[in-house]
């Protein structure tokens, strides 16, 4: 798993709630295997047309953001269908923080699998964020997992401040190590049997 | 349960996460055991995480598997998945269950189905166990009392190397339905009225219990499709208190405790209702005889309104972000504020999905079709091919070919359409399944989520149709 320390990096806003996996990354691609790169795929029908054209508004093609890192989205960002193609699409793309009001919960816990930060602010604050990268395009900000904060937009004139970030201290210290879970929790693999022999006791018929 | 345990008020919630806690770190994070495990043909990059890192799968005994999202449902055929790339997504789970020893209920076994539909049908899924699928709508089995939840790929990983995965504690909200429900109103428009009234985003983070009258008086598949529906809301699982319509549902069933071993279970079983004084976090109540049939119009399933109702209008919308995002839906909806929901004209109904295809959402459309005839283009696709059996020799076949609908085997189909069943652009859907987002059911596809009955109405009368006109008594 890609770690995860500090990044300081352009933010595009994306102006929509409830934007769904679908949305992110739609189901007639996730046949593909990951190592044929999701980048070019997220938000495939918002970024194109039918016929292969570039979207010249939506923000992720406008000059500015091009090089964004971070995504400064609505309420419910990542709802909807399990699929973490939707995580990969984002990271093949750039994008390692995604900052929004809420988030759909498996999307939420597939972006610290793979090195994503998804971070939750209040709404008015992800507006007041959104409202400022919007006018400003270019604007960065600061996100510095050890310290847990979000500082800025730098660069721009309005919304300026420092966020906390709040994150479970165990997907911190998986993220900041970049150790996945299968390596971590296979370390406890002595309570995994000695439970399992306990339950296997108590609910045979299972 | 001990008198230790009834001492201290519990849910049935924090029964079920009490039992399958390994361990607690200072911190809250939870490694849970994993009772049951799903996979489907679309559990491929699980299966390569496991083979890359040269791990067993730990539980085979725990893992059972279906192909559901990439099969045709014009034919079981293996030739009849025409795109050789997704054909490989099923032909690799069949060699994945066979190299790792779990039992596949594959292609040409009359127990292949939608994974949601096959692990209640089968007796897998059981109250109190915790079980997982890599995918979302895994929600559904809570109906019997389980704590189920999807997740993603790297987890399904995990879960098939260490049968456990890690977990924060959920917040609680009981959702009770008080009063009866109406004629001609189902399990799916009542699941639908909770997200209008929560919001897609109004369970996030939490688990569901649904609790009160109605739901006590459902059968078991209207409280798997209430439960299937749980993530629409935003909530991490939903659940249904296991009763006596629970144990006689299960009993026989092929994988559920038989004998000495049943009555165990059901001593376990009658223990998990969540205690009367037991607390939730947030409590939300509907009135059932408020709850009309529902039709979504948007592109969220919170966007749902009475059939009786009207095209909401954004300039009444509470915010400027709200009125953007409904002006935003209308427009890829192609609808127009104030029009009468029964005005919109419908180009194709599905019926079908983990949310409605069980055999009494196959009876309930089969009531409304009979002696009628489809005006457009509506398939009926099972949720297993026992389902499909059953609808058989109860006629139901019959009843939907008379009527002009296609008849299907058995997959995710049109919900989804990773098989091909696609809704072609700008063309309107009447749809039993779960989800209305933008691209769902095909690029440029507009979906409206309604029940099987009320799918059925729309199939016959061409446009949304109140159910309740057509039953026996209408016109």
């Known amino acids: 798993m890609q770690k995860f320390e500090r990044l300081d990096a352009v933010a595009a806003p994306l102006d929509a709630a409830n934007v769904d996996t679908d949305q992110i990354i739609p189901a007639r691609f996730l046949w593909r295997p990951r190592a044929d790169g999701y980048g070019q795929l997220l938000f495939n029908d918002l970024r194109t047309s039918e016929d292969g054209a570039v979207k010249p508004d939506f923000v992720l093609n406008r000059p500015a953001y091009q090089a964004a890192n971070i995504l400064v989205a609505d309420r419910n960002f990542g709802c909807g269908s399990s699929r973490e193609h939707a995580v990969w699409a984002l990271m093949d793309a750039g994008i390692r923080v995604v900052i929004a009001p809420s988030f759909g919960d498996i999307f939420f816990n597939n972006s610290f699998k793979n090195g994503l930060l998804p971070v939750v602010l209040p709404q008015a604050r992800c507006a007041e964020l959104r409202a400022a990268l919007a006018r400003n395009p270019g604007a960065k900000l600061v996100v510095d997992l050890e310290a847990q904060t979000v500082t800025g937009p730098t660069g721009a004139s309005e919304g300026c401040g420092v966020d906390r970030i709040e994150i479970d201290p165990l997907r911190k210290q998986l993220l900041l190590s970049g150790m996945d879970d299968i390596t971590f929790t296979l370390s406890q693999a002595d309570n995994i049997a000695a439970f399992e022999k306990r339950f296997a006791a108590e609910m045979p018929w299972v | ?475």
């Open chain 2, 1 to 475: 349960m001990t008198a230790a345990k009834r001492a201290a008020p519990a849910t049935l919630f924090d029964k079920i996460w009490a039992r399958h806690t390994i361990l607690e770190r200072p911190d809250g994070a939870t490694l849970l055991h994993v009772a049951r495990h799903l996979v489907h043909d679309g559990s491929r990059a699980g299966f390569r995480t496991l083979q890359e890192r040269g791990l067993r799968l730990r539980h085979p005994e725990c893992t059972f598997g279906t192909p559901d999202h990439y099969v045709s449902t014009k034919s079981h055929a293996l030739a009849a998945i025409t795109e050789p790339h997704r054909r490989e997504m099923v032909t690799e789970l069949t060699a994945n269950a066979k190299q790792h020893g779990i039992t596949l209920f594959d292609l040409g076994d009359v127990r292949q189905g939608i994974a949601h539909v096959v692990g209640p049908e089968q007796g897998i899924t059981q109250p109190g166990l915790l079980m997982v699928c890599g995918d979302s709508h895994t929600a559904t089995h809570g109906a019997l009392g389980a704590l189920a939840f999807g997740i993603g790929a790297s987890e399904v990983a995990l879960v098939m190397a260490t049968q456990a995965l890690w977990q924060s504690r959920p917040k609680s909200m009981r959702v009770s339905v008080n009063g009866a429900l109406g004629a001609g109103v189902t399990p799916k428009d009542v699941i639908l009225a909770i997200i209008a009234k929560i919001g897609a985003a109004g369970g996030v983070g939490h688990v569901i219990e649904y609790a009160g009258p109605v739901f006590r008086a459902m059968s078991m598949e209207g409280r798997l499709t209430v439960c299937n529906m749980s993530i629409e809301a935003g909530a991490r699982a939903g659940m249904v208190a296991p009763d006596e319509t629970t144990y006689a549902y299960l009993k026989g069933r092929p994988y559920a405790p038989q004998g000495a071993m049943w009555d165990q279970a059901l001593a376990y079983w009658r223990a998990l209702p969540s205690d009367a004084e037991a607390q939730f976090d947030r409590e939300v109540a509907l009135d059932a005889g408020a709850i009309e049939p529902m039709v979504t119009w948007g592109t969220s399933p919170e966007d749902a309104a009475p059939v009786t109702g009207s095209v909401p209008d954004p300039a009444q919308a509470p915010s400027a972000e709200r009125r953007e995002a409904m002006a935003r839906a209308l427009a890829y909806m192609g609808l127009a504020p104030g029009m009468a929901i029964e005005a919109i004209k419908v180009d194709r109904v599905f019926i079908g999905s983990c949310t409605n295809a069980r055999i009494e959402d196959l009876r309930s459309a089969a009531a409304v079709a009979k002696g009628r005839t489809a005006r457009i283009p509506a398939m009926v696709v099972a949720g297993s091919g026992l389902v499909k059996a059953q609808a058989e020799a109860e006629g139901l076949h019959q009843v939907f070919l008379d009527a002009g609908f296609e008849w299907r085997e058995p997959g995710c189909s049109m919900c989804v359409g990773m098989n091909g069943d696609l809704v072609a652009p700008g063309e309107r859907c009447a749809s039993t399944s779960n989800r209305n987002f933008v691209g769902r059911q095909g690029r440029g596809a507009r979906t409206h989520l309604v029940s099987p009955a009320m799918a059925a109405a729309a199939a016959v009368s061409g446009h949304m149709t109140d159910v309740r006109k057509l039953m026996a008594g209408g016109a």
